[in-house]
């Protein structure tokens, strides 16, 4: 079993910038692939990034691409989200997801163990 717990989300003027982070207890970190989805109101969840179980391979969806980063610390069970030049599209729950095995690009069905979610909201 693996629980997932999402830090770092708050309130931030349009440009500016946040970092997520996500702990992980149970297994070690670097068994499974990880991944940070979001969901807007009245939207359905959806891929934002994701990276692999040694932190080498990483993904992204196109309209993060450049301005979110994501990286992995094995040694302290840690997955984190750079968000930078956010914008008020942006907005949203965001989530952080863990999968034993290699990294899925999209398709959140294929992510067993789900945080909270921590909110992020961008001010225009």
């Known amino acids: 079993q693996v629980q997932l717990v999402e830090s770092g989300g708050g309130l931030v003027q349009a440009g500016g910038s946040l970092r997520l982070s996500c702990a992980s207890s149970?297994?070690?970190?670097?068994?499974?692939?990880m991944g940070w989805f979001r969901q807007a109101p009245g939207k359905e969840r959806e891929f934002v990034a994701a990276i692999s179980r040694s932190g080498s391979s990483t993904y992204y969806t196109d309209s993060v691409k450049g301005r979110f980063t994501i990286s992995k610390d094995n040694a302290k069970n840690s997955v984190y989200l750079q968000m930078n030049t956010l914008k008020p599209e942006d907005t949203a729950v965001y989530y952080c997801a863990a999968r034993f095995g290699s990294v899925v690009v999209g398709g959140s069905q294929a992510y067993e163990y789900w945080g909270q979610g921590t909110q992020v909201t961008v001010s225009s």
């Open positions: 149970g297994r070690t970190a670097s068994y499974y692939a």
